[in-house]
DNA sequence: TTGGAAACTGACTTATGAGTAGGGTATTGG
DNA sequence: CCAATACCCTACTCATAAGTCAGTTTCCAA
């Protein structure tokens, strides 16, 4: 793959900093355009006119555009499943860890990459490579959850008829909120993720039927 | 516009109604490309071979492709609230009448137009006359979902810290579902629905605080 | 039966955007 | 200092898909 920084910790020469400096920059822009577009409607003129480049130079980093895209998928995977595994990994009770997971993808998604969740939902248009590719990272994604969900039932502090569907129902209010909330707007996206996360932990918490 | 049926009663002809069944089976085929593809991707040469027509054919219909998916988002957005509206005027408590709507809502999503939701939300690469529209859609629908919600807690049926955030949570969850269910699964449209509806309405009924 | 409108068509034009060719210039390890 | 290599460019090719044109066929009403 092109995109990989040379790996040896040893020799982290200046030419290869630059040219990892070059390519995050050239995923956070795709990344942005991806993500307010769509496949078919990014073109790589853009996403190089926007970097000062040619297009021509993109190709000197990425073989095509479907491999351009891919590493937009694992960064954005990446920086939603980093969070989110630290708090899974976390010795809190169940309750507490689902709280902060909840939390977490809000803060990741409305404050850190507002266009991480439009890429989860949108796998419209993508080839098939980078669907499947997206398909691996959800589901990554989702085990997380899963767990902490499982163990909260087991341990009796989460109640809940269906998990499943209640995750699922989850994840769509979760991954829906760039696109309603702006910052702006009157709620910082710290107080917003804590509306949500009490919110949401209701789902998981059924009245004393 | 180019869609219309010829409006009197009276002469309905049976030219009349091939030519409003002719462009129903454009509108449906291309709704569903549409929600599958995202807008950049549907071409209208495919549009045209699943009908087997000729392109050209289409424009004798549609005087663009924006001018046809434009009659699309008409379409769907008629389906999804017409059931909507039915609900949301009845004289049952709020608490029902927002258990139905959701409901209502999750059976039109999964078994009767199942391309609605991703429309919806996937609003990416649409034409932004094409966008506008939608936004005009969807704000008469959340619109019914809000007259309901403010009144059940009006009445002291529901209790919830912010409406608003909830509603959205709301919505998320719902237009998320298509994604993930599919009617071969474990669960009838029917019984998901009932659910989905219980499972929801929780985010509308605080607990005793 | 027939004239005219509606429905439909294949063969175009045109614009756009992915990817390539071929050749410059800067950087850097030796 | 000097190759080698990384980086970057302009100017293409080529495929695709929207939209047009100049008709032919089908249908219906008078």
Redesign the pocket.
Known sequence: MTSQVPAAADTV???DR??AK?IEDILRIATSLLAERGYA?????EV?EVL??????L???F????HLILACLDRIGDATNRQLAAVAASAAPPRDRLHAAIRGQVLVLTRDEPAGAAIFIHDLGLPEAARSRLRELVERHDQLFRSIIEEGIRAGELRVPDPAVARMLMHGAINFIPSWYHRSARMSPERLADVVADELLRLFEAGPA
Do not use: I, Q
């Open positions: 020469s200046r030419a630059r040219r070059r409607a990014t073109n790589l003129d190089a000062d480049l040619s297009k021509a130079s190709y000197h980093y073989p095509s555009k479907e």
